[in-house]
């Protein structure tokens, strides 16, 4: 099998295992939900500030809620030594990679994409004309979140505090990622134009997620077997 | 040069060599404890290998 | 001759931070607008360069570990980052008493601070992966890709986090009081960095010695159980 058709695979088989038990999208959701109703308690969701951080609790949202699913992604494969299988397989450690990191960014996008409309209607936001462009920025800043969360999820993944760590190390390593993503996604739910300004963040999105992809293709190998 | 001023660059430079100093000494009680774990381990070895030799 | 090389390192160090010390609070005269707390810069800047230096030191000691997995490259990188984030502590502790004094807050989102901070944060996890992972081998090579990750990753936040502060204007602290130090008051600076450099350099030598201790002791405790 080729390259990608061996990522594919394993691509499709958790994305095949989650379908059937749809239990870490359930869960990540929930958690969605719940923050999203933590934040109306910090301020008022009705006033004009909602407007001026609108992206910041959007992405808050999305790291948080994405991390159950980063967490789950080696974490599942624990069980019954499937990860030795997998390691021990003719597939790459790349491939594995790879693949894992397609499934979570779809899983990461199904949630995302519905608490978007969600946070619109709790916080009365409504949403952009341009929302091609803001699905954009959601597809880059997910990748980055992706990537960086797949990889310390294999690196976390025999700890006994597996779920302390990997929010610990990966959150710090999001910081530039995250802050295009928010400044992108206020500025776009706001309405106003993408001057030039904020073109940075897109050179920045675009390059935090090239550069941390091909770094992180380079090392899981290390970090899987040795 | 304002009183205040002074006072705080005191503080600064206080809080700086707090930091050195405690490191250095954190440092040195590791450096006891190890020395400690290794003669204690040493003799453990020691133990073992006079049980061995009867 | 390491005991040797360490005692003379750490001397040295301190001659000169003293002899530094009697420089910048009797022969500095104060800076213009920002009086007497200007003189922490003599104390900020060098660790924060120090720290700096080191956290990029040892990622090129943790990728020298990858490539030969000598674990002595690793204790090195460990040791290097140790001593790093004790620096920076320092940096970001002496930043936020400037901040207090010149903004009368205690904690500013100046960019080298908040960038400071963050390399804090990643080094902090750093040390706590390390403590989370007994296998020596498995904690080497997975500190040493954190350690790559992390200092590839703070040239991006260093960039972000300037844009985002020219974007949204916020609190700088000052080192260059209007255009550059007089030529007098430069100098302590840099024979501050110089014996920061060999201090934390003595304190590195020192880990690392009592990391080959630490080995020592589990191979003697491998070799005891094996009988």
Redesign the interface.
């Given at each position: 099998m080729s390259f990608l058709g061996q990522t594919l695979a394993i691509a499709a088989k958790d994305l095949r295992s989650e379908v059937r038990s749809k239990e870490t999208v359930n869960a990540s959701l929930s958690f969605a939900l719940v923050i999203l109703l933590l934040f109306s308690f910090a301020f008022d969701p009705d006033s004009d500030q909602v407007r001026e951080i609108a992206g910041g609790l959007l992405w808050l949202v999305f790291a948080f809620a994405g991390t159950l699913i980063l967490n789950r992604s080696f974490a599942r494969e624990l069980v019954n030594d499937c990860l030795d299988a997998l390691i021990a397989s003719p597939v790459s450690g790349a491939q594995l990679f790879l693949g894992k990191c397609l499934a979570n960014y779809a899983l990461l996008m199904i949630v995302e994409c519905i608490s978007l409309p969600i946070f619109a209607i709790f916080y009365n936001v409504r949403l952009p004309q341009r929302l091609a462009l803001l699905f954009l920025v959601m597809l880059l800043g997910t990748w980055g979140l992706t990537v960086i969360g797949t990889l310390f999820s294999a690196m976390t993944v025999n700890l006994r505090l597996r779920e302390l760590m990997l929010p610990t190390l990966v959150y710090p390593l999001l910081i530039p990622a995250l802050m295009g993503a928010i400044q992108l996604s206020t500025v776009l739910i706001a309405g106003d134009t993408l001057g030039e300004q904020n073109l940075f963040w897109f050179r920045l999105l675009v390059a935090f997620d090239v550069i941390f992809t091909i770094l992180s293709l380079g090392l899981v190998e290390i970090v899987l077997v040795g | 040069?304002?009183p205040?001023?002074?006072t705080?660059?005191f503080?600064?430079?206080t809080?700086?060599w707090l930091?050195?100093i405690g490191?250095?000494i954190s440092?040195a009680l590791?450096?006891k404890k190890?020395?400690a774990?290794?003669d204690r381990?040493?003799r453990?070895?020691e133990e073992?290998?006079g049980?061995?030799k009867k | 001759m390491r005991l040797k090389i360490i005692l003379a390192l750490a001397t040295l160090s301190a001659l000169l931070l003293s002899w530094d010390l009697y420089r910048i609070f009797l022969q500095v005269p104060?800076e213009a607008s920002?009086?007497?707390?200007f003189?922490?810069i003599y104390?900020h800047v060098p660790?924060a360069i120090t720290s700096f230096a080191g956290f990029y030191v040892a990622m090129f000691s943790s990728i020298g570990y990858l490539i030969r997995k000598d674990l002595r490259l690793d204790a090195a990188a460990a040791a290097i980052n140790e001593?790093s984030l004790?620096f920076a502590?320092?940096t970001l502790?002496?930043g936020s008493?400037?901040g207090?004094?010149i903004w009368g807050i205690w904690w500013t989102w100046d960019p080298r601070l908040t960038s400071f901070f963050v390399c804090w944060l990643i080094y902090v996890g750093y040390f706590m992966l390390r403590r989370a992972i007994d296998d020596p081998t498995a904690r080497a090579r997975m500190s040493a890709v954190l350690s790559i990750f992390a200092c590839v990753d703070i040239v991006l936040v260093w960039k972000s986090i300037e844009w985002f502060r020219t974007q949204h204007p916020g609190p700088v602290l000052e080192i260059r009081g209007g255009g550059g130090m007089a030529p007098g008051m430069e100098a302590p600076l840099w024979w501050n960095l110089l014996a920061l450099l060999m201090?934390s350099t003595a304190?590195i030598l020192?880990?690392m010695r009592?990391e080959a201790?630490?080995r020592?002791?589990d191979s003697?405790?491998r070799?005891?159980h094996a009988?």
């Open positions: - | 040069m304002s205040q001023n002074y705080f660059m503080y600064g430079f809080v700086a930091i050195v490191y250095v440092i590791r450096e190890l020395r774990e290794l381990v040493k453990m070895v073992r290998e049980e061995v | 104060d920002q009086g007497a707390i003189r922490i104390f660790a001593v004790a502590t320092i502790v002496t008493i400037w207090r004094v201090l304190l020192i880990r009592q201790m630490q020592e002791i003697m405790r070799f005891a009988f």
